[in-house]
């Protein structure tokens, strides 16, 4: 069975142990065992009760699946399974409920899918907290933060629950991660009620507020409109327009303008990545003939199209024939620009500003954090792509270390910048002191790396010699674009903090 605590609280009783239930809660109980509960002070959203079978032809088969369920869970307390958003599992859990009412056997059937959706979520995030170091009294407030965010929680009892002074926990919390605990609070909330938002426009706003942990309504506008750009209901407004994406340039520009694109190209990883971390399945993979993309954008009907100054008189005449186009010139300015530049186009301006200046804050806190020692590396950003080994230089997702942290390459790279390619042996003459790397998802590219690690030549670098060398995350890291700028920030954090 599953329990998930969409509200309210409670306690279950799994064999004897007792645990204290909590809203956002997911509770697992296996077959055989003695589950009791009970359920209080209910709102609206109330709890949901599933049961299923686990079947297979062979009855080994069906003992392997509950043993591979079980071992998912194994880190889990008592049949608790921690959600990495509750609101994603409650809207989940809503469909769930509302399509099993359904006389039409195939809406029952569509029931079914997202059950399947609910299990997927629920050990995809049961395996991201056995990987996740939660070792750091930090991280493990962090945690109980998503996990309350809806409760009432002050520097007080969130510094108890770290187990240091209220002083003490505030700066490691900043340190750590770039925003005060409050700040930090608050944008998480807000994320959170902008999911429900998107997702269904029947909630109430009074109700959306009261969901992600605010009574106070004027408050919770407030504060939206300050972390979002724009009011709750230019939010809700915005989110029913349908914009596509033709390239993966553009994917970066509408998530940082809040915009999830109703149809984006099918071969941009976005397919698994974007679809996880926003929990949506009404984005139209595009495909990568012309003819057939063109014509599954007639069947979207999207309200605008986004594309970059690369396309033909012709192709540009057929989208303009479905919807307006904003035709951004790639080559003009920087990724800044190219925000500013849609968010113009679409009337989000102020969501762009609000973003820029979030981005800039929180970079210039993180530069901050930076050791010197770090800092003064000479650093090299490199990609494995197919074959070849590319040079990534300012023009590239690499700004972020050469204008944002303000990092320096070696002497005479530029020419390489240029160039875009590198091989081992000019590396070695260049004298790079810190490597980051970026390995192509195809196997070509993986391939290369695993030729390239044990060559000599690579092992006799000086920042391989050094233990200086880090992998970062490819595929969603690849783009120049603000979203993908965001996302390297997080990972220097993750990188660099605390380190030599």
């Known amino acids: 069975m599953l329990l998930f605590v969409a509200s309210g609280q409670g306690w279950l009783k799994i064999d004897g142990s007792f645990i204290e239930l909590k809203a956002g809660g997911l509770y697992v109980g296996f077959p055989g065992q003695l589950v009791e509960a009970n359920v209080h002070s209910l709102d609206e959203r109330g709890v949901y009760h599933m049961s299923f079978d686990v079947m297979y032809a062979l009855e080994q088969e069906g003992e392997r699946a509950l043993d591979m369920m079980k071992q998912l869970l194994r880190n889990e307390v008592n049949g608790e399974v921690t959600s990495s958003s509750p609101v994603a599992v409650g809207v989940i859990c809503q469909m769930i409920y509302h399509h099993t009412l359904k006389k039409d056997g195939l809406q029952r059937y569509y029931g079914q899918i997202r059950f399947q959706e609910l299990l997927y979520t629920m050990f995809y995030d049961g395996a991201y907290a056995e990987k996740t170091d939660l070792t750091s009294p930090i991280e493990h407030v962090k945690a109980y933060m998503e996990q309350n965010y809806a409760k009432r929680l002050t520097i007080e009892k969130l510094a108890n629950v770290a187990r240091m002074s209220s002083r003490h926990f505030m700066r490691l919390f900043k340190k750590r991660y770039g925003y005060s605990p409050v700040d930090y609070l608050t944008l998480y909330r807000i994320k959170q009620a902008q999911?429900?938002?998107?997702?269904?426009?029947?909630?109430?706003?009074?109700?959306?507020?009261?969901?992600?942990?605010?009574?106070?309504?004027?408050?919770?506008?407030?504060?939206?409109?300050?972390?979002?750009?724009?009011?709750?209901?230019?939010?809700?407004?915005?989110?029913?327009?349908?914009?596509?994406?033709?390239?993966?340039?553009?994917?970066?520009?509408?998530?940082?303008?809040?915009?999830?694109?109703?149809?984006?190209?099918?071969?941009?990883?976005?397919?698994?990545?974007?679809?996880?971390?926003?929990?949506?399945?009404?984005?139209?993979?595009?495909?990568?003939?012309?003819?057939?993309?063109?014509?599954?954008?007639?069947?979207?009907?999207?309200?605008?199209?986004?594309?970059?100054?690369?396309?033909?008189?012709?192709?540009?005449?057929?989208?303009?024939?479905?919807?307006?186009?904003?035709?951004?010139?790639?080559?003009?300015?920087?990724?800044?620009?190219?925000?500013?530049?849609?968010?113009?186009?679409?009337?989000?301006?102020?969501?762009?500003?609000?973003?820029?200046?979030?981005?800039?804050?929180?970079?210039?806190?993180?530069?901050?954090?930076?050791?010197?020692?770090?800092?003064?590396?000479?650093?090299?950003?490199?990609?494995?792509?197919?074959?070849?080994?590319?040079?990534?230089?300012p023009r590239s997702i690499a700004s972020v270390f050469y204008v944002d942290m303000q990092m320096e390459g070696p002497e005479g790279v530029e020419t390489y910048w240029e160039r875009g390619t590198v091989t081992i042996k000019e590396l070695s003459v260049l004298n790079v002191e810190r490597i980051l790397l970026i390995v192509g998802d195809d196997e070509t590219s993986r391939q290369t790396w695993s030729a390239v690690r044990k060559s000599e030549e690579w092992l006799e670098l000086l920042a391989v010699q050094n233990g200086r060398m880090d992998i970062l995350l490819s595929s969603v890291l690849l783009d120049y674009t603000a979203f993908t700028h965001e996302l390297m920030l997080d990972e220097i954090l993750k990188l660099w903090q605390d380190r030599p």
């Open 195 to 393: 999911i429900l938002m998107r997702n269904d426009h029947s909630y109430r706003l009074k109700d959306v507020a009261s969901y992600v942990g605010y009574q106070d309504e004027t408050y919770f506008r407030r504060k939206f409109k300050q972390i979002s750009g724009i009011p709750p209901a230019a939010f809700i407004r915005n989110s029913k327009q349908k914009i596509a994406a033709i390239h993966s340039v553009s994917i970066g520009i509408l998530l940082a303008l809040q915009i999830i694109p109703c149809a984006a190209p099918a071969s941009h990883p976005w397919t698994y990545y974007y679809r996880r971390k926003y929990e949506t399945d009404k984005v139209m993979p595009l495909a990568e003939s012309e003819t057939t993309w063109l014509e599954q954008l007639r069947l979207v009907k999207p309200d605008y199209i986004i594309t970059i100054g690369t396309e033909s008189e012709s192709l540009k005449s057929q989208l303009q024939s479905i919807a307006p186009v904003c035709d951004f010139p790639w080559e003009k300015g920087d990724w800044r620009e190219h925000l500013r530049y849609v968010a113009s186009f679409l009337d989000r301006s102020d969501i762009a500003e609000v973003w820029l200046q979030r981005y800039e804050e929180k970079a210039k806190i993180i530069k901050n954090q930076l050791t010197d020692f770090i800092r003064k590396d000479r650093l090299v950003v490199l990609k494995v792509h197919g074959e070849a080994l590319q040079m990534l230089g």
